[in-house]
């Protein structure tokens, strides 16, 4: 069975950094695009950033340009999030996904593209 795993959350003070982590278990798999996604509780899920994976290509929500970072690993099926400057308002549940081409075709930046996802990872920012 495939899996994403997440890592690298935890609790930092506004200004400080982070790095979160995702990667395959079990088989790899061919990717078009990876991204990452947070939400708060009562929100809905929101695009923070992807990567395509053949080009290369990125692409951030506003609130986070400038700010974050997302680079696919030298491991198959592996992406991060370098997360820096980081405000109150960023703290959410991030959450890597994958997409295999078995998600809906459309924008990088909809989740419906996205066919796996990881379980999660809690990011607290104190001000």
């Known amino acids: 069975q495939v899996q994403l795993v997440s890592s690298g959350g935890g609790l930092v003070q506004a200004g400080g950094s982070l790095r979160l982590s995702c990667a395959a278990s079990g088989r790899t798999f061919s990717t078009y695009a990876m991204a990452w996604f947070r939400r708060t509780p009562g929100e809905e899920r929101e695009f923070v950033a992807a990567?395509?994976?053949?080009?290369?290509?990125?692409y951030y929500a506003d609130s986070v340009k400038g700010r974050f970072t997302i680079s696919r690993g030298s491991a198959k099926n592996t992406v991060y999030l370098q997360m820096n400057s980081l405000k109150p308002e960023d703290a959410a549940v991030y959450y890597c996904?994958?997409?295999?081409?078995?998600?809906?075709?459309?924008?990088?930046?909809?989740?419906?593209?996205?066919?796996?996802w990881g379980q999660g990872t809690q990011v607290t920012v104190s001000s």
């Open positions: 990567i395509s994976w053949s080009a290369g290509s990125t």
């Open positions: 996904a994958a997409d295999r081409g078995l998600g809906t075709s459309g924008s990088v930046y909809a989740s419906l593209r996205y066919d796996i």
